[in-house]
């Protein structure tokens, strides 16, 4: 088991007096130098950082959200001179403005350490050939496995995403041993290789790093099979450091490792926002400790998990967040029914013979919003009625909830390059 640095295998005592300690520095820097959240922090009484007592002190602490960062854009919660920030990253912001991520020197070597960690942690060793299919920018899926990589000794081929007939070719040519890309984008690889008619079996792949979007167990099986690798989840926002947040252990794979002694992992009851103990699912919240440039104090992600405390038997003792079940924003409420598309994922891949292709939609032709699942046979020669009759009926008794199911020719529905747009939203605003 290789471990890339002590700080993921300490003794609790000693990870939770660091934690304080860092947690006592961070409200400090927030007080002195980032004034719309200081005066939260007056507000929600406290004026010093003194008055953390304990890491209970934090449920004391107010939330930070996105409409922060929208509200302060660009530069407006920055906790050092804007001349200190070396780089800024911004997350796609699906409604006007992105949320911008900003970067001291030491911010950039914390996020660098992380990924190697949970790069390490997946698998990944020096000299391996790391194929990085994360679209390289503003986003910050690229840079960052691209620099974790670099810091572990690889050799990175920075192909970003988009070009897929190419990727393929250079996968094989090259010899990539891991690949680095949102799932929906493997997927699409592994399609542009069957075109090609290039047997996994050809290739060198023996990993797969993929994160940026909310996938499902099924989704890892159909994976592994087409590309013939190790599927890994990897977990991370831009808001705290990008991608690096999180990884799963190769040798457990069941939840990912929170590096704890940077980012202080909550999970919290989404409407009334107060804390839920570990094994509870609730929204995600994460205070990271040591960023200089954007200390953001019980950032509220979003995303919906839960934390598992016991120890992991590959050693490490930080704690581990599940899957992320979707993103509050990306829940549908159908007929009263609350639904994530990671559920209609899971049980659309339970069916035999469907494509792990779809895009759900919604729309409201008269009254009551209506859901249907776009989705594709895997092959051409299948009784289609059947296979549509059958998916309606899976969803119908899983879920409670009538979904129409279309089935499109092979190949209809729309491929991602990045993250997959799970939902088209079609209803009146
Ligand atoms: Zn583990």
């Not at 449920?59 to 906790?79: Q, S, V």
Request: proline share 6%; net charge neutral; aromatic share 4%.
């Amino acid at each position: 088991m290789a471990i890339w640095n002590p700080a993921e295998i300490l003794p609790r005592e000693q990870l939770e007096a660091l934690q304080l300690e860092r947690l006592r520095a961070c409200v400090a820097r927030v007080l002195r130098a980032v004034a719309p959240l200081a005066a939260r922090l007056r507000a929600a009484g406290i004026a010093d950082a003194r008055e953390i007592g304990s890491l209970a002190d934090l449920r004391r602490l107010p939330f930070t959200t996105k409409a922060d960062l929208r509200d302060h854009y660009p530069f407006g919660l920055l906790g050092v001179p804007r001349d200190q920030v070396v780089r800024v990253h911004a997350s796609s912001g699906t409604r006007g403005k992105p949320s911008v991520a900003a970067y001291t020197r030491n911010d950039l070597g914390v996020w660098n350490e992380v990924m190697a960690r949970c790069m390490t942690m997946a698998g990944v060793r020096p000299g391996m050939v790391v194929h990085n299919a994360y679209g390289y920018g503003l986003f910050t899926g690229g840079l960052g496995f691209h620099q974790g990589a670099e810091l572990i000794g690889c050799t990175v081929v920075p192909i970003s995403g988009g070009f897929t007939q190419r990727q393929a070719m250079l996968l094989r040519d090259f010899g990539g041993n891991v690949l680095c890309a949102t799932p929906s984008y493997a997927l699409n690889i592994a399609e542009a290789l069957e075109r090609d008619s290039i047997d996994p079996r050809m290739l060198k792949l023996e990993l797969g790093l993929f994160g940026a979007e909310p996938w499902t167990e099924q989704m890892r099986g159909e994976i592994e099979r087409r590309l013939g690798l190790t599927a890994i989840n990897m977990y991370g926002l831009s808001e705290i450091v990008g991608p690096g947040v999180s990884g799963e252990c190769r040798e457990v794979r069941s939840g990912s490792h929170v590096h704890e002694d940077h980012f202080l992992p909550e999970i919290i009851d989404p409407e009334t926002g107060d804390a839920l103990p570990p094994g509870r699912e609730g929204e995600l919240v994460f205070t990271p400790v040591t960023k200089e440039a954007l200390p953001l104090i019980r950032y509220r992600t979003g995303d919906i998990a839960a934390l598992d405390a016991t120890p992991c038997a590959c050693g490490r003792t930080t704690v581990r967040m599940s899957r992320i079940r979707g993103r509050r924003d990306d829940m549908l409420i159908i007929r009263g029914v609350n639904l994530y598309p990671s559920e209609i994922e899971r049980i659309m891949l339970g069916v035999a013979d469907v494509a792990p292709h779809y895009q759900l939609l919604v729309e409201r032709p008269a009254s009551l919003d209506q859901l249907t699942l776009l989705c594709e046979p895997s092959r051409d020669d299948l009784d289609r009625e059947h296979l549509r009759a059958r998916l309606e009926h899976e969803l119908h008794q899983q879920t409670g909830i009538s979904i129409a199911v279309r089935l499109l020719d092979r190949d209809q529905v729309a491929r991602s390059e990045g993250k997959a747009v799970r939902v088209v939203d079609r209803r009146p605003r």
